[in-house]
């Protein structure tokens, strides 16, 4: 859990970088193809990373309003890359202008439970991990290059000089 702002920021800012990385590997020729009749697609799983950008915030009182609630998830992939990157940024502002670090410990009702605030922060950044690895599956299964994140690829292995693990 994050003691200070300024820490939750650097990690987002690097998890921010590597959600962008996925979502950029994907087509709108694919973006829609459900794997199974049991999984999400591709856009609805990366427009729900986005709803969650002003949803948790606005639970936790970050930001003033849940404006992508309810909205249909956007025409094309680079609608939905332009609305994560300018709701992630929003994120970061009003966390730095609202939020004191001396707040962190403090509780606060989210989903009808009392979370301290750093555990939002920290639940933000794992939800985004938790669902950028579903779509990194469903990629597979579409034979979509998979970019390195915390480490090599599969396909990015062989630009070390090393053979792929399997």
Request: proline share 4%; no cysteine; glycine share 4%.
């Amino acid at each position: 859990m994050y003691r200070k702002i300024e820490d939750f920021v650097k990690d987002w800012k690097s998890e921010e970088l590597f959600t962008i990385k996925i979502f950029s590997k994907i087509t709108d020729e694919i973006k829609s193809v459900k794997a199974t009749e049991n999984t999400r697609s591709l856009e609805r799983l990366a427009w729900h990373i986005t709803q969650t950008l002003t949803e948790m915030p606005f639970r936790a009182g970050i930001i003033d309003a849940d404006i992508l609630d309810n909205k249909p998830i956007p025409g094309s992939f680079t609608e939905i890359i332009d609305n994560y990157k300018k709701h992630s940024s929003e994120l970061i502002e009003s966390l730095q202008e609202k939020w004191a670090e001396r707040e962190l410990t403090d509780k606060i009702e989210v989903y009808g439970q009392q979370w301290e605030r750093r555990k939002i922060l920290s639940v933000l950044v794992k939800h985004q991990a938790h669902h950028r690895g579903q779509m990194t599956i469903l990629m597979r299964l579409q034979n979509i290059e998979v970019p390195g994140i915390y480490g090599p690829s599969k396909e990015e292995w062989s630009k070390f000089g090393m053979k792929p693990q399997e």
